[in-house]
């Protein structure tokens, strides 16, 4: 069975709460009633936090902080999170801490009351945020003193998985997959021991290794093949921010014919080009190794730091291809610092939570949990990966595009489209300036009008057109191809 990759995107989806899905009957199907989404919306000069409860989308927050500034935020956390030394009265681990409590003093703190009650919180990424170890975030009782006593990591409080849609978020944990077994691949001498550990808690389990190496490479094992679990022990995963989709998961020097390249997944197996059929089919897919990145001229970099040109969309289309090529949810690591010993304490304890019955879920934070008891100055071996959320069930393609509306026409559209169940119509008339991806054309202008008869073109400069519609019609206004983004118009309008 093929499942058909989500086709979502934008932290926008959020408004899909105002229809009739909400967390909460995704949640009843999971049996996990007590979540959170929090979808984060990064700009050159704000961050815009959206909450969703299992009561339907909540609140809307802005964080009064710049693209720049928060590179240098993320930055400064996954340095201090490498150097921390495993010494918890060092001052290394107090810069970590200081870090991490200022993190979350940005990110979370503006929701924290929406925490309440709350057991598993599912972060939605966007920009730079792919690589923030949320689990790690920081809440001291005084701001002053990060070491002061009575702190806790987020981990500690509730359990922390990502997701890249709000769709994904929502989907019940549930398999998707006739499971005939799992999968271990062994590409590394430093993870035998892993290898071992994690084999003897998965369901017939087939481990690959230097000695069967496939002779036609991995992808002939993975293709037409459904597994509960795949394991992938290598040495790296190593992101190509210019061409991610050239990222590789590397083996050890001299195993070749171990190497996966992301874009494998997304091949048939027998055609050369991509196409949409998915590659295997897996419930989890985890990818056990440390954060690198290379190729396409990028210098390798260690020590938490990323390099200039990434922009955290890389590892969005790295997880998006493993989960388009098949796999359900998926586990990749955060850090480049997880030590083998580190890892494998974490594998065996996450899936030894699965075979005891948890969900993917609950189990990923108690390998957190147990790691952090064993090494809490180490931060990178309990929070060097995260957990991805798949999502099985397809969506409405109307709500696509709105992360182009400005944030006052985004609260109008909310509005709206909370209050629709009770009223007819598209709603009231909004006056909207179009910026287009080139000059206004007579196509262009005829494709905005023919949207609907509620629908006037006021008039046209440039790459804007003046647009007065129903605040309804903004759905459709985003979704022309050519529409690159859509505001509240200046007091003044040229002539």
């Not at 806790?152 to 890249?164: H, P």
């Not at 997304?266 to 590659?279: D, F, H, P, V, Y």
Request: hydrophobic share 45%; glycine share 8%; charged share 20%.
């Amino acid at each position: 069975m093929k499942r058909r990759k989500l086709q979502c995107y934008g932290y926008v989806l959020v408004l899909l709460l105002c229809a009739p899905l909400s967390i909460g009957s995704a949640g009843e199907a999971a049996g996990t009633e007590s979540s959170l989404v929090l979808s984060y919306f990064v700009t050159e000069d704000v961050t815009t936090l959206s909450v969703i409860g299992e009561d339907g989308f909540r609140t809307t927050c802005t964080v009064d902080v710049s693209r720049a500034e928060l590179r240098e935020r993320v930055s400064r956390l996954r340095q201090a999170m490498a150097a921390d030394s495993g010494d918890a009265a060092s001052n290394l681990h107090f810069e970590f801490l200081n870090e991490a409590a200022a993190v979350y003093a940005l990110l979370i703190s503006p929701i924290e009351a929406e925490l309440e009650g709350v057991t598993r919180l599912v972060i939605v990424p966007s920009d730079l945020l792919f690589y923030v170890p949320f689990g790690a975030l920081y809440r001291s009782p005084d701001p002053a003193r990060p070491d002061a006593p009575g702190g806790q990591f987020l981990v500690e409080k509730i359990a922390v998985d990502y997701a890249l849609t709000v769709c994904a978020a929502l989907a019940p944990e549930a398999s998707g997959y006739e499971v005939f077994g799992s999968l271990v691949i062994l590409a590394t001498a430093a993870g035998a021991d892993e290898s071992t550990a994690v084999a003897s808690r998965l369901s017939q389990p087939y481990v690959i290794g230097a000695n069967n190496t496939p002779s036609e490479g991995l992808p002939s094992v993975l293709a037409g093949n459904s597994y509960g679990v795949i394991h992938f022990i290598a040495r790296q995963l190593e992101i190509d921010p210019t061409a991610p989709l050239l990222s590789v998961v590397r083996p050890d020097a001299g195993m070749d014919g171990m190497l996966l390249r992301v874009a494998d997944l997304l091949r048939s197996g027998t055609e050369a080009s991509l196409t949409e059929a998915s590659l295997m089919e897996a419930d989890l897919l985890t990818i056990s190794a440390s954060l690198s990145f290379g190729e396409g001229g990028v210098p390798n970099v260690s020590a938490g730091q990323l390099p200039a040109i990434a922009t955290g969309e890389e590892l969005r289309a790295v997880v998006d291809a493993l989960q388009g090529g098949g796999a359900r949810s998926v586990i990749v690591p955060l850090s480049g610092e997880v030590g083998a010993l580190a890892k494998c304490g974490f594998m065996e304890t996450l899936y030894a939570a699965r075979q005891a019955g948890l969900e993917e879920s609950a189990a990923f934070r108690q390998a957190q949990l147990d790691s952090l008891r064993r090494d809490a100055a180490r931060p990178a071996s309990w929070a060097g990966f995260a957990l991805y959320r798949g999502c099985l069930p397809t969506v409405d393609e109307s709500f696509v595009g709105l992360e182009k509306l400005d944030q006052e026409l985004l609260t109008q559209f909310q509005a709206w489209m909370q209050s629709s169940h009770t009223t007819e119509g598209k709603g009231p008339i909004v006056s909207v300036m179009a910026t287009l991806d080139g000059s206004a054309t007579i196509e262009d202008l005829e494709a905005i009008q023919n949207l609907g008869q509620e629908i006037l073109v006021r008039g046209t400069f440039g790459v804007f057109v003046w647009v007065e519609l129903p605040v309804g019609e903004l759905a459709a206004l985003v979704r022309l191809s050519d529409v690159r983004s859509v505001s509240t118009p200046s007091e003044t309008i040229p002539n």
